[in-house]
DNA sequence: GCTCGGCGCTTTACCGCTTCACCGAACGGG
DNA sequence: CCCGTTCGGTGAAGCGGTAAAGCGCCGAGC
């Protein structure tokens, strides 16, 4: 070989505990109990070590790290939706922000991963914790009998469900109280003389919305409304625009309807203008979920308010104290809270 | 404490290659050489080694592997955005979503950290590569003479900067063509007999920000239109509403609004239904970026169209490819295309 | 017949860090 | 003055992999 040594410039040796240890004069142990505040290293020495660090630019190697059993300093999220869906439903991205928000206070990172179907997503929680990747995992969009609950519990892997504690076994829930929220809204519609309402409601097979059907169906049983069938949609505008035109169009047009996202509202809404329909006089709309859509549209609507970043956050949070071996009986977050603005108001006299 | 002992179920000690290497009855190393298709095992002696991990559930250990010098099989982003506006933004989680399928099928996972500034941006960078967390990086959001470029090209990670050429100096750069999309929509307005059309733009600092400001003005003096100032939004609803209503309020009211994205877009249709104005007849409007969103308005709105989760899986596949030490120079995508709704028609009689 | 080379596998030696067991010195109470 | 404690610190032993070198064994070539 005749050939020139490569350019690739030597791969550029990184400092290590060992070479801080060398320099400073003291062994690879206090360095490491040093730069991880542990006791055990006087101040003196601690402010020694930490100069030296810093002037060699030192990173710790988490591979290493976390080989010999320390923490990964990282979670898990696999979400399963559609990619293309992720996009148009603000839930989600707030939801993250908040969970981020508290992880990087704890300068834990999350690994994300945006995944088909809930096998996918299971996989992925395998592989994470198989490799050592992360340390807990935060579970969304529960469904019945979701199996993701018991391979999770088998795994041992710290995790919080962010949703209702009736599915999420002996792993540990996050949630709101829905069925509250639900009922509230209907008492409010019912309040102001509506006794045919509608719902679109979300996926089928997620728990969440399987308790608010029911929530639903119960407080109009209560009310002694007029029973309308739910429809069900995957949270598109598409399909919320569908169901609100069936809803409307069928002989027992609802004088009210209550939507499972805002995204579906607001396609609602849409279609109750462009069938002729002025609301909130002729019909009135409640948004589950609020955000800056459901304001930005006319009129703006009615929507069940929640605080998803903090949502978010809870979850993180309660994911660290798990992790961090601290017993915790997860968290109940505020039941929304039902913000009316223009698009709802009494029905038209008969 | 009479508290029943806790579930925490015992930690799962998780099969190693040495555990296959004993049942199997071989040394570690030719699991190794087994699982990862090294030659110097027989066909026989993989097969069954195959079949145990198989049985075992064995997964590698990411960590153990990186320490002996393999990749990380992650990418890292890092999102300079206030965590609470990223929810309004379909853009990104289109992104992550694109980005995040063509990972996937290579297995590779996405890093992912919300910072509040672009120096924390860097620091996490910083550490997931110190660390041997990610193999390379994914830049967005990018700002004239942005910090992180020359500070990425310094420590040799692999980036994939999505964004104009001009602003990712030796950084491999994804990118569309932001000037001829606006060009084609100033012309397309000036075609409808608008005179007057003014923009509501994005964060100042961008570099697509101020590339779309150049071609507006450029496009503009070319067309002999009057100019009109360009206003400054945080790509919100409540600053898309402020400055539509400022533009509208002014004496040089325009006959047409350019949007840097469609949250403002949409909150700036609401603001001229306050003021009155019918849209398009009184007033017509463009949005950048189409979501959803933009069809569920009425009018539904003009928009450039372009496909954000191609455009993150392009970038993906391009970081991809540099990581594995392939060349390549980039790529750039289709340029936005534009789409004409109902939000848009020729200016009123004067 | 003896060397040579390749195959299939093993042994050895780390990678960088943490955990564990232990140790000497200083201290302080009885 | 002695003994038990605390403090500050050390050395060795891995964590789960991989790379490199070694080692019988076999058939081929001179």
């Known amino acids: 070989m005749e050939q020139v040594s490569p350019q690739q410039s030597p791969p550029a040796k990184r400092p290590t505990i060992a070479d801080i240890a060398r320099i400073v004069g003291v062994s690879k142990v206090s360095v490491s109990n040093a730069l991880n505040g542990q006791p055990g290293v006087s101040d003196a020495t601690r402010a020694k070590i930490a100069v030296v660090a810093e002037e060699l630019g030192f990173v710790r190697n988490s591979a290493a790290r976390a ?5 990964a300093a990282a979670v898990g999220l696999a979400l399963c939706r559609p990619a293309r869906m992720l996009g148009t439903e603000p839930f989600f991205m707030e939801l993250i922000g908040g969970i981020e928000q508290v992880l990087s206070e704890a300068s834990y990172s999350l690994a994300l991963q945006v995944v088909s179907d809930h096998e996918r997503g299971l996989e992925a929680y395998r592989r994470w914790w198989g490799e050592r990747h992360i340390d807990g995992a935060l579970l969304v969009d529960l469904r019945r009998d979701d199996a993701r609950v018991p391979a999770l519990e088998e795994m041992g892997l710290p995790t919080v469900v962010i949703g209702h504690p009736s599915g999420s076994g002996r792993l540990t829930p996050v949630w709101s109280d829905d069925a509250a929220a639900t009922r509230e809204t209907v008492e409010y519609l019912a309040a102001l003389g509506h006794r045919r309402i ?13 308790l608010r059907d029911e929530a639903f169906a119960a407080a109009c049983t209560d009310l002694g409304l007029d029973p309308l069938p739910t429809v069900h949609t995957d949270y598109t505008g598409e399909e919320g625009a569908r169901a609100t035109r069936r809803l409307l169009l069928s002989p027992t047009r609802p004088t009210a309807i209550l939507y499972d996202n805002d ?21 009135s709309l409640v948004a589950w979920d609020d955000s800056p859509l459901t304001q930005v549209v006319r009129p703006p609507l009615t929507a069940l308010t929640r605080d998803i970043h903090a949502y978010g956050a809870h979850a993180a949070r309660t994911l660290l104290t798990l992790i961090a071996g601290r017993p915790t009986d997860g968290y109940q977050d505020h039941a929304p809270q039902l913000t009316p603005r223009g698009s709802t108001a009494p029905p038209p006299a008969a």
């Open 67 to 71: 080989l010999s059993g320390a923490k």
């Open 263 to 283: 995204i579906t509202a607001v396609a609602g809404l849409s279609v109750a203008q462009e069938l002729g329909l002025t609301v909130p006089r002729d019909l």
């Open 198 to 210: 509608g719902r679109v409601a979300g996926l089928t097979g997620l728990v969440h919305t399987a």
